[in-house]
């Protein structure tokens, strides 16, 4: 039985059962984590991938699947869901799943989802499906156009009527000790030639 045949037999086990399988524990998972945008506009196609790492024991002959389901907490509706392959070799594996789904219509408001996440055993094509690791989390994604911060009011019209009134104060007084020093200046240059026009004249003695 190939791969692809394996996956395609497991999917419409889920379909028409509609319930997990037998749990199993032969699956030590080290690290689940989720990336998501925390923000998104209304109506727009986001994805939710989840990454999974861990080990699983293993004899080489048991196929292994990472599956993760993306629900909508409000209404339990599932958004999406999706499934990728470990491998029969699933020892120290790391595998992300992508989901994807499309914000609801509306303004400024939390959306919050469920991701539920199964390390399955496929086994060897004798139908034994069994869930070796399952975790659910909650994640939520602000929908909605960014809103831009509101400053108080009356804090920046105080800080620009002080700053107005330092700034008058110094060009005003720069200017006018500009002035003073050309005055000084002028005074200065007027004593120099005024004492040189009343300097006496002096005769050499014949």
Not at 143 to 151: D, L, Q, Y
Not at 156 to 166: F, K, Q, R
Request: net charge positive; charged share 15%.
């Amino acid at each position: 039985m190939t791969v692809s045949t394996l996956i395609s037999l497991f999917a419409l086990m889920i379909l028409v059962s509609g319930n997990p399988p037998v749990s199993a524990t032969l699956c030590k998972i080290s690290g689940v984590s989720y990336n998501f945008p925390r923000e998104a506009m209304p109506g727009e196609q986001v994805h939710v991938d989840t990454t999974v790492a861990g080990s699983c024991a293993s004899n080489g002959q048991q196929y292994y699947l990472l599956r993760a389901n993306l629900i909508e907490k409000s209404s339990a509706r599932l958004l999406s869901s999706n499934q990728t392959p470990i491998g029969y070799d699933a020892e120290n594996f790391t595998a992300t799943v992508k989901n994807i789904a499309t914000t609801p219509l509306g303004a400024n408001f939390t959306w919050p989802l469920e991701v539920d996440v199964y390390v399955i055993n496929a086994g060897s094509g004798g139908g034994s499906y069994m869930y070796d690791y399952s975790t659910k989390a909650n994640i939520a994604i602000e929908v909605g156009p960014t809103a831009i911060p509101e400053f108080p009011r009356q804090t920046p019209v105080v800080v620009l009527l002080v700053a107005t009134l330092a700034l008058t104060f110094f060009t005003t007084k720069r200017e006018a000790t500009k002035k003073q020093h050309r005055k000084e200046s002028s005074t200065r240059v007027l004593k120099n030639v005024g004492c040189g026009m009343r300097q006496p004249l002096t005769h050499s003695a014949s």
